[in-house]
C-alpha cells in the first residue's frame, strides 16, 4: 500500500488536499476509514503527544476499496488550517477487517 499526498492547496477558507492510494499488493484494500489530524508534542513522552483530529467538510471521489494494481485518486476538502511550529499534520489510513495500517505525516 502507498498513501502519497500530490497537492495542498488554499482557497479561501478552506484547505484542498488531494490525496492518491496505490494497491502494490496482492490483495484488495477495503477502507475501514481515513482520519485526518495534527499531532505535536514528542512522541516518547507521550504525556506531551496529542492527536487532534480536524474535521472533514467534503470528500469527493472516496473510494471503498483499491483492487489489487490500481491507484485511485480523491480529494479531502477542510477548514483552513496553518500549522505552529511543532506540529504535523497526519493521514491515517486504515483496512476495514484487517491488520493493514498506512500513515502520512508532514510538517
Request: charged share 25%; hydrophobic share 35%; aromatic share 12%.
Amino acid at each position: 500500500m502507498r498513501l502519497q499526498l500530490q497537492h495542498m492547496v488554499y482557497d479561501a477558507s478552506e484547505m484542498y488536499l488531494v490525496i492518491e492510494i496505490r494497491n502494490n499488493s496482492g490483495i484488495n484494500f477495503e477502507i475501514d476509514y481515513i482520519e485526518v489530524y495534527r499531532a505535536n508534542g514528542n512522541r516518547n513522552k507521550k504525556a506531551s503527544h496529542q492527536k487532534i483530529p480536524l474535521t472533514v467538510l467534503y470528500k469527493y471521489r472516496m473510494p471503498c476499496s483499491i483492487m489489487p494494481g490500481h491507484r485511485q485518486r480523491f480529494i479531502y476538502v477542510l477548514p483552513k488550517y496553518v500549522l505552529g511550529a511543532d506540529e504535523k499534520f497526519v493521514v491515517e489510513l486504515k483496512e476495514l477487517n484487517g491488520g493493514r495500517k498506512v500513515k502520512l505525516s508532514w510538517k
